[in-house]
């Protein structure tokens, strides 16, 4: 056994690190512990952050806590360990939904993991119009590998399928319109419930495309009635379809690791993005994304791509509020006791 130093800084590096991934509705439904003795955080879903109406399976909740997973490995690694994910390690336990293990650094953790560490602090999601100007191809294919390299796909579809697919967010969006109770469930994380950084702040959100091509939602239902103009968004959008061979809870957590690794990347090549889940929370609308494609696969996330101005940051919860401290105690640097072979490098 060695004695290995993680101080409290560094923990809640960590930690701040999870929390800037993405979430839907910005509900960062997670809490984090850190087992001293084995150095391994563990990742629960916070049930209390929720979304009924709009997520009832929790789909959504997993995709944003695999972001957060994703972006727990990148600063894992960069603080000098190798992470080790367990996904639902504990069947009887639903709500720890991964754990991941600080071990040594004996081999690498991938490429671009500092421009990756880097990027997960100036990741933003971003609703405003792009220019249109292409992402290269190569580009392209290094989102697609890094979707890949995390059991997911990333699919840049052409245009008459681009057209399809925003039709079909049109409708979810129409629908979530016409259901009071989604209406009331998405306004009230719309400034945050109690605001204290969770939700949406208006500032975040971006104006309707004058056009009405591309259905950015309106968290609201109040921005056609004026509360920001709409403008002219991009005619041909690059929009990229993110999707698992299967639909179970681990996918649900693998589409998210690879969402997030995707954003990262994109962050690193200036390449801004912005989400369209309208659809994917509606069965028959999700169902239809996945169109004729043999063999059929799980849509997970439609991701527009393009360049354009960086989103505002977001709110975030601070770490003390998502850190239990029960165990871990972040207020003073501390010591612990690994055993040998998980040692940082
Ligand atoms: C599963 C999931 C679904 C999301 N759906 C949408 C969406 O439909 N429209 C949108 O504009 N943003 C969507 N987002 C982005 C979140 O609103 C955003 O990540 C959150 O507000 C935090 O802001 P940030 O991405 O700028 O850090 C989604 C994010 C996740 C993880």
């Known amino acids: 056994m060695r004695t290995v130093a993680l101080d409290a800084a560094t923990l809640e590096k960590l930690i701040s690190a999870a929390v800037a991934a993405p979430s839907i509705h910005n509900t960062q439904p997670w809490h984090y512990r850190l087992d001293p003795d ?6 629960r879903a916070a049930s209390e952050r929720t979304l009924p109406c709009a997520d009832p399976a929790g789909r959504a909740l997993h995709v944003s806590i695999g972001a957060a997973v994703l972006n727990l490995r990148v600063a894992v690694a960069r603080h000098g360990w190798r992470p ?9 336990d639903p ?9 040594d650094a004996a081999r690498s953790a991938g490429p671009h993991r500092k421009e990756l560490y880097e990027a997960l602090w100036r990741r933003r999601s971003s609703r405003f119009p792009f220019t249109g100007h292409p992402v290269p191809e190569p580009v392209r294919a290094e989102l697609a590998e890094a979707a890949h390299t995390e059991g997911a796909t990333l699919r840049f579809p052409a245009p008459d399928e ?28 719309v400034s945050g419930p109690g605001g204290g950084g969770l939700g949406l702040a208006a500032g975040t959100l971006g104006p309707q495309d004058a056009r009405g091509r591309v259905p950015v939602r309106d968290f609201t239902g109040a921005r056609r009635t004026g509360m920001l103009p709409s403008r002219l968004f991009e005619p041909r959008p690059l929009l990229a379809v993110l999707s698992t061979p299967h639909d179970r809870r681990v996918d649900w957590l693998r589409a998210g690791q690879a969402l997030e690794h995707v954003l990262l990347l994109a962050t690193v090549h200036r390449v801004r993005a912005s989400l369209l889940h309208q659809a994917l929370e509606w069965p028959d609308l999700r169902g239809a994304l996945g169109g004729a494609e043999r063999p059929a696969r799980h849509v997970q996330m439609l991701v527009r791509l393009g360049y354009g101005p960086p989103g505002p940051a977001g709110a975030r919860l601070p ?4 850190l239990d401290t029960a165990r871990t105690g972040s207020r003073a640097p501390h010591s612990y006791t690994v055993p040998a072979g998980q040692q940082r490098g």
């Open 162 to 189: 681009v057209a399809r697919l925003l039709a079909l967010t049109a409708k979810g969006e129409r629908r979530d319109a016409a259901d009071a109770a989604r209406r009331a469930e998405t306004r009230d994380w």
């Open 319 to 322: 770490v003390q509020a998502v």
């Open 95 to 103: 709500a720890l939904l991964a754990t991941v293990r600080l071990a």
């Open 38 to 43: 084995t150095l391994t955080l563990a990742v």
């Open 84 to 92: 080790v994910v367990r996904m639902l390690p504990d069947p009887a």
